[in-house]
């Protein structure tokens, strides 16, 4: 697991960047990305799981190019990984996410207390499958997994 130095929580590691006893590293910048997954290798690592950050979204095809380049499955929160070479995803809509919030402001820029509006989860959650990614890692997608997916990239 990679981790925003900014925004992990400190017992996640053991120190600046090495991973802690649950294998999660430490980046703060695009350059520390290659050390993480030279890292990981090191430490035996089978896949890797990318947190929701807005600073690895940024790094996306990096992470991605990365993780294929030392043959780790990589699993994400958001679809735009799995479109860029992730293996898979699982996460919510985000643009339903947005339009939920649109709907949120315009009640509170008609009157609507802020603090008086329930607290919403999301209500619909997509898998997406990355095959030609899963061909590259020697995987095999059990057929009952894909039937669920939302998005199946071939």
Do not use: H
């Amino acid at each position: 697991m990679i981790v925003d130095v900014v925004e992990c929580r400190r017992d996640w590691v053991d120190d600046d960047k090495t991973a802690g006893g649950n294998g999660a590293y430490m980046v703060r910048e695009p350059a520390d990305l290659a050390e993480a997954f030279a890292a990981m290798q090191r430490n035996g690592a089978n896949a890797v799981i990318i947190l929701s950050d807005a600073m690895f979204y940024a790094w996306r095809r990096q992470i991605v190019a990365l993780a294929a380049e030392r043959r780790l499955p990589a699993m994400s929160e958001a679809r735009e990984y799995v479109e860029d070479g992730g293996l898979i995803s699982y996460g919510p809509n985000i643009p339903e996410l947005i339009r939920r919030s649109a709907a949120l402001v315009d009640k509170i820029l008609k009157g609507a207390k802020p603090a008086e509006l329930p607290i919403e989860q999301p209500k619909r959650f997509e898998l997406a499958i990355n095959l030609k990614a899963a061909k590259t890692l020697g995987l095999t997608i059990p057929p009952s997994l894909l039937a669920r997916a939302d998005q199946v990239i071939e």
